[in-house]
């Protein structure tokens, strides 16, 4: 497990992408111990989120991937428990680092870029926490840290990946449940994976990647089993920027029928002598 | 266990004896805890029901910021446009004083909401159209300095007789603050209304123009009360801008998306409803007394000033934290049903809960 065979050969210029596979996950967070070791970022404390095994609970400022624990066929009580009733999906959420991303369009400092291999990267040195961002993620991933003063979210390990690095995350994943590379290879291979596992009977398998939508595709690809709502993934996530034309349209109408309420009011009860 | 639970739970051995001798099964669940059944991760409860988008994390000094700015935007369009066709020279320098005055406040309470309050210029390193946040912080600056030079230009026109700078700062300032006071007084509501919070959203067509007119009639509220409450134009645009919040009030009831329920229930809904009263209705009623009353007429004005401004107030922070309450709703990014949880709280009322 030397650092030379983790060289990804990817250079600067290449689109890539993450693949996460939850029909290969095993739910170890090592995803989430990885990513938190790498970027340095601050514990979540020991909360216990009471619903399920899940005790990250979703993504923030502090959590930039979340092992999410899909568990089914739960009875709870005597008998309702046993391992034959119970059925567990896990899926390694993370930003989507969206095509047309609504908290890149959002921000107002250039804080945001879309970085040399086609991710969404906030540059920490340059926000100044407005925290527009925050409401303008149809994917709900971005977000303040209140005691920082800045947004966070995941950087897609940009700095390793400048050093021909794979990011964390996805180096320690012990099942290669979360794959990185090229944006188009893993589009492919998702496909040939999709194709495997149906054959394989998991009819229920699907590829999460809004391409119809006006996000237009997502560098963060997922491999679920069931409904994306099951995963808290959104059918239909929309940029909110698409608003924007209509907003201005009835700005526009009402700061024009503002001025001529003015200079009708003082032409007919107040003109000047 | 008083008399009632525990006939309850006799009948209940005695319908498990009645199914075990007709069925040869018991068909029911064990005990279930108290609060089951559990969220689940389903198509139907999302991810146990958590919320996918993140609550606004604004301070309560940005929807003091939207009435401000809005109250200020309008008096810039207002003391330039007086000042070119009005009569009354005085009212038309206390708007520029005030617009000039309310920017400076305006950009004082932006910065203070910041994380980072020290880097707000970077707010000004880059402009991006697509961004509402952007355009909203160069038309701030833009109209700031626009009314800094028209306020500056009155005072040289006390100091100086026909000084050339101060009709060009005149000039400059009257036309960048009507220019800038358009988009400054109501670009607040584009801003909230281009977000993934679905109430907001929902709203994107209705929000600019509610926040603009509640900003023109807080502008109107803010001169009355400084004591011109005998300009009849003023009580006109108040007239107006008053109509006009009715007319939305009313659009608002009328429209049921599930999306607009915080502005209707709830804390929130009380706030905004509050808001369409105050700035709708009184103010009408109170300015329409004031043009028959011949003694008080003074006091209906100021009165409808108070209504006005006091509305527009509960207008900002009621929409503001109905964005809040909105952004907790897990099922609307989801697309699903709203009868869907129905069907779940029934389910729940049908399980007795065991206690003690």
């Known amino acids: ?273 | 266990m008083n008399e009632a639970e525990s006939s309850f739970r006799e009948n209940r051995l005695d319908e498990i004896r009645r199914q075990a001798f007709e069925l040869g099964t018991v068909q029911q669940p064990g005990i279930r805890a108290a609060g089951s059944p559990l969220p689940k991760a389903s198509p139907q409860t999302g991810y146990y029901q958590q919320p996918l988008l993140k609550e606004p994390q604004w301070t309560p000094l940005v929807p003091l910021y939207f009435f401000v700015g809005g109250a200020s935007g309008s008096l810039g369009v207002i003391g330039s446009l007086a000042d070119l066709l009005g009569d009354n020279d005085e009212l038309a320098r206390k708007a520029r004083y005030m617009a000039a005055g309310g920017s400076a406040i305006s950009s004082v309470l932006l910065i203070a909401d910041l994380g980072r309050p020290s880097r707000f210029l970077n707010m000004l390193r880059v402009f991006k159209p697509q961004s509402a946040m952007s355009v909203g912080s160069w038309v701030l600056s833009g109209f700031s300095a626009f009314a800094a030079a028209s306020t500056l230009a009155d005072i040289l026109d006390t100091q100086v007789d026909g000084s050339t700078i101060a009709t060009f700062l005149r000039t400059m300032g009257r036309t960048g603050c009507t220019v800038l006071g358009m988009p400054f007084h109501n670009y607040t509501g584009v801003l909230i209304g281009a977000t993934t919070i679905p109430v907001w959203n929902n709203r994107i067509r209705s929000l600019p123009r509610e926040f603009g007119m509640s900003g023109l009639q807080s502008a109107v509220g803010c001169l009355e009360l400084s004591g011109e409450t005998d300009s009849n134009a003023l009580n006109a645009i108040g007239l107006l801008a008053a109509a006009f919040e009715t007319w939305e009030g009313i659009e608002l009831l009328r429209t049921r998306d599930r999306e607009l329920a915080p502005t209707k229930e709830g804390p929130t809904g009380a706030l905004i409803q509050t808001a369409g009263i105050l700035s709708g209705p009184v103010p009408i009623a109170l300015r329409l007394a004031s043009l028959f009353s011949r003694k008080n007429k003074r006091r209906l004005r100021q009165a409808a000033a108070v209504s006005g401004v006091i509305g527009s107030l509960c207008l900002r922070y009621g929409w503001v934290a109905a964005g809040t309450v909105s952004a907790r709703d897990w099922k609307i990014p989801l697309n699903i049903p709203e009868d869907e949880q129905q069907l779940d709280s029934s389910h729940r009322s049908q399980t007795p809960a065991l206690s003690g």
């Open chain 1, 1 to 273: 497990m030397s650092g030379a065979t983790d060289y990804t050969g990817i250079k600067p210029g290449e689109v890539t992408a993450f693949l996460t596979d939850s029909t290969l996950c095993i739910g170890c967070k090592a995803c989430e111990v990885a990513c938190k070791e790498w970027n340095g970022i601050s514990a979540d404390g020991y909360d216990f989120t009471g619903w399920s095994y899940d005790n990250t609970a979703a993504l923030g400022h502090s959590t930039w991937r979340h092992v999410k624990f899909v568990e089914d066929q739960i009875t709870p009580g005597i008998g309702g428990n046993s391992a034959q009733q119970l059925s567990w999906e896990f899926s390694s959420d993370v930003c989507k680092h969206c095509e047309v991303a609504g908290c890149l369009e959002a921000c107002p400092t250039g804080s945001l870029v879309r970085t040399e291999f086609g991710s969404v990267y906030l540059q920490p040195d340059i926000c100044n926490g407005c925290a527009y961002c925050v409401i303008s993620c149809p994917f709900g991933v971005v977000q303040k840290n209140e005691d920082d003063g800045r947004a966070f979210k995941c950087t897609f390990c940009t700095d390793r990946q400048k050093a021909g690095l794979m990011p964390a995350c996805a180096k320690a994943c012990p099942t290669e449940s979360i794959r990185f590379g090229r944006l188009d290879e893993l589009q492919t291979e998702a496909q040939v994976r999709l194709a495997t596992l149906q054959a394989r009977g998991m009819t229920d398998a699907q590829i999460y990647d809004p391409t119809n939508t006006s996000v237009k595709g997502i560098h963060s690809m997922f491999i679920i089993r069931g409904e994306p709502e099951t995963y808290n993934l959104p059918p239909k996530p929309e940029v909110p920027t698409i608003y924007l034309k209509d907003g201005w349209k009835s700005a526009a109408f009402e700061a024009v029928a503002m001025v001529g309420a003015v200079v009708a009011s003082f032409l007919f009860l107040g003109r000047k002598g």
